[in-house]
């Protein structure tokens, strides 16, 4: 056996018999580099201040519809957008304002989106949005991607976007943390090495991705979602990759030294000395003695950042809907996505879970949507995800009746540029027409 497999087994049965089988459940310390969050209790800091905000638009069915960004890049097409939306019957517009570290809207932390930079001077597509969709009894809910950064073969033009001005925060795969380890983050190499490796392995991985464990990180979204909340009308706010991309995820230099810090106070001292000897040559010692320790940080990291936003939204606004998209299989989801949106309904983190049920087979869809629904508890706390580009249309309607019969609160399509543009068409009607004309109600 290797030293290092020697190593690994020694400071198991070392960890094992200091916990007694099991990863002790005790609050971890503070994480390397930063304080640890606190929770947000339910009040508005001193001296901040909220706009008044009208009253939230809620439906006892929700039709919703997920728009990506590209819908955003002039007046004509947020305009044109909402109408078609309204006159398809749907009634919530989940609109993507964050979609890789950057703005669709009036930012004050991340850049403009470049899609928006020959837009005209003073275009708010957000406002816009909310103005629109609100004349029309629609519900607008922000849909912000969390952890999903950045993707393509070039880096973004701005160099105050979070890829070019701070490299140490985005997430590295097992692959490479072992080589970036001692590299300097601001070393173009760096950077370059992290998006060659998406762009190799792009059935894997879509894109580069922010370290979840870093505190620095987790204030960026956090600011993020509460300068939403404050200033614009918005009815919800909508959490997407709010996960790690997989489980060969995140092997930075800053995540592997604060799992260490971490897990320091669960070993024992000679354990600990084991490990921290195996450390100064090999900086996976601890993640690869420790793995369900590992597993469990990397869970707590996610959580810990969905109850602060939930608090942090309540404190603000308690009427706006707090939601996230989930992969539909819970178990999956928390052991290779480390998404623990079980113990997220189970603790009240959140109002609503849109598991992403994006299949054509009926079966799996009612056993996904079925599954989530005894989770949630009430159906107002689940919104079924449907993918309406990977059914037909016939498909798409079976999946509304499905979700129906199961008794959820309404359903969300991805998505209305599909829908709009690139589905199938009956007599010149749009997809997303026939669908709510089938379905809702539309004329």
Known sequence: MSVSGTLRRLSLLLFVTATGCRVVSTPPPAPAGGPAVPRELPHVEPGQKVQPMGPTRRFSEVRGVWVVRTQLESPDRVEAMVQQVADAGFNTILVQVRGRADAFYDSTWEPRGEQLWDAPDGFDPLALVIQEAHARGLAVHAWVNTHFIWEGPTLPVSPDHMVNARPEWLAVPKELGRALYGMDPSDPRYVAVLRRYADEHSDQVEGLYSSPS?????????????????????????????????????YS???????????????????????????????????????????????????????????????????????????????IASRERFQDWRSWLRRGFLDVVVPMAYTT?????????????????????????IGAWVNTYDGTLKK????????????????????????????????????????????
């Open 253 to 331: 230099r800053g995540a592997l030294d604060r799992f260490r810090t971490w897990v320091t106070p669960r070993l024992t001292p000679d354990s600990l000395g084991v490990l921290d000897a195996a450390f100064a040559d090999d900086p996976y010692a601890f993640v690869d003695a420790l793995p369900d320790a590992w597993d469990e940080f990397r869970r707590a990291q996610i959580t810990q950042l969905v109850e602060r936003g939930y608090y942090g939204v309540k404190a603000r606004r308690p009427d706006v809907l707090v939601s996230a998209a989930v992969f539909p299989d819970a178990d």
């Open 214 to 250: 870093d505190p620095a990180v987790q204030e960026r979204v956090y600011d993020v979602w509460m300068d939403l909340v404050e200033r614009y009308e918005i009815d919800g706010i909508h959490f997407d990759y709010i996960r790690y991309p997989n489980a060969d995820f995140d």
């Open 361 to 385: 087979d009926d079966d799996v869809f009612r056993s996904q949507v079925r599954a989530a629904r005894a989770l949630a508890g009430k159906r107002d706390r689940i919104w079924a995800g």
């Open 400 to 443: 509304i009746d499905i979700a129906r019969k199961e008794d959820v609160g309404g359903v969300v399509l991805f998505s209305y540029d599909w829908a709009s543009t690139e589905g199938p068409t009956a007599k010149g009607v749009p997809y997303l027409q026939r669908v709510g004309r089938a379905r809702f109600g539309a004329h």
